[in-house]
């Protein structure tokens, strides 16, 4: 099993940035995929960002030149730096790890408001 914590939401203005954190535990070994997703209320969730285990990186279009993803395998972490913020982007974010073998583990979500 894998626990996935995502921390860094929170109200921030149009055209400001936040960084969110998810937070990995547990039987981390072969983790192949994380994730950033968001989902607004009566809205599918949607991939925003995803970086593979060799480093490679996907962007959502409508985040692409604003937003950064990375991960830290050392410390078991995931970032998503968010810049140019516009109301948007406010969504709750959640944090997606996939295994090699295609196990899939969601963390509970962390709001993100963009609102003056």
């Known amino acids: 099993q894998v626990q996935l914590v995502e921390s860094g939401g929170g109200l921030v203005q149009p055209g400001g940035s936040l960084r969110l954190s998810c937070s990995a535990s547990?039987?981390?070994?072969?983790?192949?995929?994380m994730s950033w997703y968001r989902q607004v209320p009566g809205k599918e969730r949607e991939l925003v960002a995803g970086?593979?285990?060799?480093?490679?990186?996907n962007y959502a279009d409508s985040v692409k030149g604003r937003f950064t993803i990375s991960r830290d395998n050392d410390k078991k972490m995931t970032y998503l730096q968010m810049n140019s913020l516009t109301p948007e982007d406010t969504a709750v974010y959640y944090c997606?790890?996939?295994?090699?073998?295609?196990?899939?583990?969601w963390g509970q979500g962390t709001l993100v408001t963009v609102s003056e």
């Open positions: 970086i593979s285990s060799d480093g490679g990186t």
């Open positions: 997606k790890a996939r295994r090699w073998s295609g196990t899939e583990y």
């Open positions: 547990g039987y981390t070994f072969s983790i192949a995929l």
